[in-house]
């Protein structure tokens, strides 16, 4: 099982750096190309055209990695709905397995990372895209540039909210000590963010818009869906699941 674990890593490492070398230089202009022909369409609206761009790059995420990301999310569900059953249980990885696959949720600790890599590979080419775009075309808007940082802090602190709300909907249940890690982090992401130019803070800002929705969405659903077939942990041991 551990040789099992460790050629999946290599296996997923080495897809990774190919995956990654291939689209380095070759995405980099597509995404310019179609950065600066949207901008063009738009009336030379960088900033309308990154956020049309990363929708639609988001969209097309959605696509690949839409299987893992329901399957994590379900998954989330099923133990908070289980937490104390799971816990109280003699043979918990057992019983563990036998509801996951009740649910049809795939265990597999590993599912989406190839997904997750292919993205990886895509974002970097995207944001080097977007530093070519603001070198290039060093445009006013509003009251900043997307070439340089926002003067007014107005975006690092839209980011910080954006990305604490979009890990509190990630997690069900919270703790307080997870809700303070959260806040920190997010904190951490909007002090460094005041440093990076604008074009790619409007990036930042949309992906975790577009993710909170998906998530919403995505919770909506699943509850439906887990209540629907739920079996109450009082009765999982009389019924064979």
Same mark, same amino acid.
């Given at each position: 099982?551990?040789?099992?674990? #460790?050629? +999946?890593?290599?296996? !997923?490492?080495?897809?990774?750096?190919? @995956?990654? /070398?291939? $689209?380095?230089?070759?995405?980099?202009?597509?995404?310019?190309?179609?950065?600066?022909?949207?901008?063009?369409?738009?009336?030379?609206?960088?900033?309308?055209?990154?956020?049309?761009?990363?929708?639609?790059?988001?969209?097309?995420?959605?696509?690949?990695?839409?299987?893992?990301?329901?399957?994590?999310?379900?998954?989330?569900?099923?133990?908070?709905?289980?937490?104390?059953?799971?816990?109280?249980?003699?043979?918990?990885?057992?019983?563990?397995?036998?509801?996951?696959?009740?649910?049809?949720?795939?265990?597999?600790?590993?599912?989406?990372? #190839?997904? +997750?890599?292919?993205? !990886?590979?895509?974002?970097?080419?995207? @944001?080097? /895209?977007? $530093?070519?775009?603001?070198?290039?075309?060093?445009?006013?808007?509003?009251?900043?540039?997307?070439?340089?940082?926002?003067?007014?802090?107005?975006?690092?602190?839209?980011?910080?909210?954006?990305?604490?709300?979009?890990?509190?909907?990630?997690?069900?249940?919270?703790?307080?000590?997870?809700?303070?890690?959260?806040?920190?982090?997010?904190?951490?992401?909007?002090?460094?963010?005041?440093?990076?130019?604008?074009?790619?803070?409007?990036?930042?800002?949309?992906?975790?818009?577009?993710?909170?929705?998906?998530?919403?969405?995505?919770?909506?659903? #699943?509850?439906?869906?887990?209540?629907?077939?739920?079996?109450?942990?009082?009765?999982?041991?009389?019924?064979?699941?």
């Amino acid at each position: 099982m551990k040789y099992r674990t #460790l050629n +999946m890593i290599g296996f !997923l490492l080495v897809t990774g750096i190919i @995956i990654f /070398s291939f $689209v380095s230089n070759f995405f980099i202009d597509i995404f310019y190309l179609i950065i600066n022909k949207s901008a063009t369409i738009l009336n030379d609206n960088y900033v309308l055209a990154i956020f049309i761009v990363t929708i639609i790059l988001k969209t097309i995420f959605l696509l690949i990695s839409f299987k893992s990301d329901w399957n994590i999310q379900y998954k989330k569900i099923v133990d908070n709905y289980y937490q104390g059953f799971f816990t109280q249980s003699e043979n918990q990885k057992e019983l563990e397995e036998r509801v996951y696959k009740y649910y049809g949720i795939d265990n597999h600790r590993f599912s989406g990372c #190839l997904a +997750m890599l292919i993205q !990886l590979a895509f974002v970097i080419n995207f @944001i080097q /895209s977007l $530093v070519l775009v603001s070198n290039n075309a060093n445009h006013n808007h509003m009251w900043f540039n997307i070439g340089n940082e926002d003067p007014l802090f107005i975006l690092p602190v839209i980011l910080f909210i954006c990305t604490f709300v979009n890990l509190m909907i990630s997690n069900i249940k919270l703790t307080k000590k997870i809700h303070t890690l959260f806040l920190v982090f997010s904190l951490i992401i909007g002090v460094i963010s005041s440093q990076l130019i604008s074009a790619i803070l409007i990036y930042w800002i949309t992906n975790n818009l577009c993710s909170i929705l998906q998530k919403i969405v995505c919770q909506k659903i #699943l509850y439906w869906q887990f209540f629907k077939i739920a079996v109450p942990p009082s009765e999982i041991t009389l019924k064979r699941i």
